[in-house]
C-alpha cells in the first residue's frame, strides 16, 4: 500500500468514526480553551499581528474530530477571544480600520477552512458507505457463485446418475429379451412373457422412486413379487429376513430373478400344487472377511423337480445386474423342490457402482 493510501485510508477512519455529542462538544470547547492558553503564554514572545496563531489549528482540528457546528461555534469562540484579547486596543470588543480587517481576514480563513474539511469528512463517509456497499455487493456476487457451482456441480452427478441408471435398465432389458426370444417360439408366447417380465421391471422402478436416495428393501421387493403371483391372502410364499436397503440396479435384477422363480414355480414347481409353499429367507454372512448378502428362495409341498437342459434366466441376470466379484446363482434341483440360492457382495448390492 502506497504512502497516500496509507494517508486516504487514516482520513477516512478519522473522519468517519462515530463520536457522542458529549465528546464533540467537550473537544470543541476544551481546544478554545487550550488555544487561547498557548496564545495567552505566547504574547510576550510574538511580534504584533499574530492574534490567530493557535486559534485556526483549534478550529481545524475541531471540525475534523467533532464535525461541522462544533468547528464553526469553535470558529466564533476563538474569533471573539482574539478580537477582545489580541486586536487593538486590547481588552475591548472596538472597531477600528485595522480590527475589522483582521477580523475578517480570520473570518475568510476559517470559513474556508472549514467548508474544506467538512466537504473531505462528506466525501470520506460517502466512500466509506460506498466501500461497505461494494463489499457487500462481493460478498452478495461470491455466494451467488458458490451456490451456481453447487448447482451444476449437482446437476452433473444428476446426468451422470440418469445415465448410468439408464445404461443399467437397457442391460436387463437387453437380457430379456434375450432370453426371451431364446426360450418362446411363438409371437404370443413372446409378447405375454415380454409384457409380464417388463412389467415387473417397471414395478421395481416404483419402488426404487418411491425409497429414498434410489434404494429399495428387499422386504419390498419379495412383497412385490408375491402379490404379483397370487399371494394375497394365500400365504404361498413366506418371507423372512432382516431390514436391508439394495441400490437400483441390484434390485431390477433380483425382481427379476424372483419374478421368473415365481412364474416356474407357478407352472411346474410349488406353486403348481394346492398344498405347495415357497420360502424366501434372506441375510448377511460373513464370508472369508466380507459380508455377503444371502437370498435363499426353498420349495415344498409341489410335483416332483426334473433337472432342466438349459440354464435358467436367472443365471444369465447375474452378468447384467449383480455385482461381478463373487456373485452367483445356483440352481438346486432336488426331488422335493427347487432350492435357488442368490448371493453377493453385500457393499456391491448397496452400491451405484457396479461393473
Same mark, same amino acid.
Not at 435398465?169 to 415380454?194: C, E, F, H, M, Y
Not at 397370487?230 to 418371507?239: L, S
Not at 454372512?285 to 416332483?304: D, L, M, N, Y
Not at 438349459?310 to 461381478?324: E, I, Q, T, Y
Given at each position: 500500500?502506497?504512502?497516500?493510501?496509507?494517508?486516504?485510508?487514516?482520513?477516512?477512519?478519522?473522519?468517519?468514526?462515530?463520536?457522542?455529542?458529549?465528546?464533540?462538544?467537550?473537544?470543541?470547547?476544551?481546544?478554545?480553551?487550550?488555544?487561547?492558553?498557548?496564545?495567552?503564554?505566547?504574547?510576550?514572545?510574538?511580534?504584533?499581528?499574530?492574534?490567530?496563531?493557535?486559534?485556526?489549528?483549534?478550529?481545524?482540528?475541531?471540525?475534523?474530530?467533532?464535525?461541522?457546528?462544533?468547528?464553526?461555534?469553535?470558529?466564533?469562540?476563538?474569533?471573539?477571544?482574539?478580537?477582545?484579547?489580541?486586536?487593538?486596543?486590547?481588552?475591548?470588543?472596538?472597531?477600528?480600520?485595522?480590527?475589522?480587517?483582521?477580523?475578517?481576514?480570520?473570518?475568510? #480563513?476559517?470559513?474556508?477552512?472549514?467548508?474544506?474539511?467538512?466537504?473531505?469528512?462528506?466525501?470520506?463517509?460517502?466512500?466509506?458507505?460506498?466501500?461497505?456497499?461494494?463489499?457487500?455487493?462481493?460478498?452478495?456476487?461470491?455466494?451467488?457463485?458458490?451456490?451456481?457451482?453447487?448447482?451444476?456441480?449437482?446437476?452433473?452427478?444428476?446426468?451422470?446418475? #440418469?445415465?448410468?441408471?439408464?445404461?443399467?435398465?437397457?442391460?436387463?432389458?437387453?437380457?430379456?429379451?434375450?432370453?426371451?426370444?431364446?426360450?418362446?417360439?411363438?409371437? /404370443?408366447?413372446?409378447?405375454?412373457?415380454?409384457?409380464?417380465?417388463?412389467?415387473?421391471?417397471?414395478?421395481?422402478?416404483?419402488?426404487?422412486?418411491?425409497?429414498?436416495?434410489?434404494?429399495?428393501?428387499?422386504?419390498? #421387493?419379495?412383497?412385490?413379487?408375491?402379490?404379483?403371483?397370487?399371494?394375497?391372502?394365500?400365504?404361498?410364499?413366506?418371507?423372512?429376513? /432382516?431390514?436391508?436397503?439394495?441400490?437400483?440396479?441390484?434390485?431390477?435384477?433380483?425382481?427379476?430373478?424372483?419374478?421368473?422363480?415365481?412364474?416356474?414355480?407357478?407352472?411346474?414347481?410349488?406353486?403348481?400344487?394346492?398344498?405347495?409353499?415357497?420360502?424366501?429367507?434372506?441375510?448377511?454372512?460373513?464370508?472369508?472377511?466380507?459380508?455377503?448378502?444371502?437370498?435363499?428362495?426353498?420349495?415344498?409341498?409341489?410335483?416332483?423337480?426334473?433337472?432342466?437342459?438349459?440354464?435358467?434366466?436367472?443365471?444369465?441376470?447375474?452378468?447384467?445386474?449383480?455385482?461381478?466379484?463373487?456373485?452367483?446363482? #445356483?440352481?438346486?434341483?432336488?426331488?422335493?423342490?427347487?432350492?435357488?440360492?442368490?448371493?453377493?457382495?453385500?457393499?456391491?448390492?448397496?452400491?451405484?457402482?457396479?461393473?
Amino acid at each position: 500500500m502506497s504512502d497516500k493510501s496509507r494517508f486516504t485510508t487514516a482520513l477516512q477512519t478519522i473522519v468517519t468514526r462515530n463520536r457522542s455529542p458529549l465528546f464533540r462538544w467537550s473537544l470543541s470547547l476544551g481546544l478554545c480553551v487550550v488555544a487561547f492558553a498557548l496564545r495567552y503564554g505566547l504574547s510576550d514572545a510574538l511580534p504584533p499581528g499574530f492574534p490567530y496563531l493557535t486559534f485556526f489549528p483549534a478550529v481545524i482540528v475541531t471540525t475534523l474530530l467533532a464535525g461541522l457546528w462544533p468547528g464553526v461555534v469553535s470558529a466564533v469562540l476563538c474569533g471573539l477571544a482574539s478580537w477582545f484579547f489580541f486586536i487593538a486596543p486590547a481588552n475591548s470588543f472596538a472597531l477600528n480600520a485595522g480590527a475589522t480587517t483582521a477580523l475578517l481576514f480570520y473570518a475568510f #480563513i476559517v470559513s474556508v477552512d472549514i467548508v474544506i474539511i467538512h466537504g473531505i469528512t462528506v466525501t470520506a463517509q460517502h466512500l466509506k458507505a460506498e466501500r461497505e456497499s461494494m463489499a457487500r455487493l462481493a460478498h452478495s456476487l461470491q455466494r451467488s457463485n458458490l451456490a451456481l457451482a453447487e448447482r451444476e456441480s449437482e446437476q452433473q452427478v444428476l446426468s451422470q446418475e #440418469i445415465g448410468h441408471r439408464l445404461k443399467n435398465q437397457l442391460a436387463l432389458i437387453q437380457a430379456i429379451v434375450s432370453q426371451t426370444l431364446r426360450s418362446k417360439n411363438d409371437l /404370443p408366447g413372446i409378447s405375454k412373457t415380454l409384457t409380464e417380465r417388463i412389467g415387473v421391471l417397471a414395478d421395481a422402478q416404483d419402488m426404487l422412486i418411491a425409497g429414498s436416495a434410489g434404494h429399495a428393501s428387499v422386504a419390498d #421387493i419379495v412383497q412385490k413379487i408375491a402379490a404379483l403371483h397370487g399371494n394375497e391372502g394365500q400365504r404361498r410364499i413366506v418371507a423372512d429376513g /432382516p431390514a436391508i436397503k439394495l441400490s437400483s440396479k441390484p434390485t431390477l435384477t433380483l425382481s427379476m430373478i424372483l419374478h421368473e422363480l415365481a412364474t416356474n414355480a407357478t407352472k411346474y414347481g410349488a406353486l403348481a400344487s394346492v398344498d405347495g409353499v415357497v420360502n424366501i429367507n434372506w441375510s448377511v454372512e460373513s464370508r472369508q472377511g466380507v459380508e455377503a448378502f444371502v437370498i435363499k428362495w426353498v420349495e415344498q409341498g409341489g410335483p416332483a423337480v426334473e433337472q432342466p437342459q438349459d440354464k435358467g434366466f436367472g443365471s444369465r441376470l447375474v452378468r447384467a445386474g449383480l455385482p461381478s466379484s463373487g456373485s452367483e446363482v #445356483i440352481m438346486d434341483f432336488r426331488p422335493e423342490g427347487l432350492v435357488c440360492t442368490i448371493s453377493a457382495d453385500l457393499a456391491g448390492m448397496q452400491s451405484e457402482q457396479i461393473g
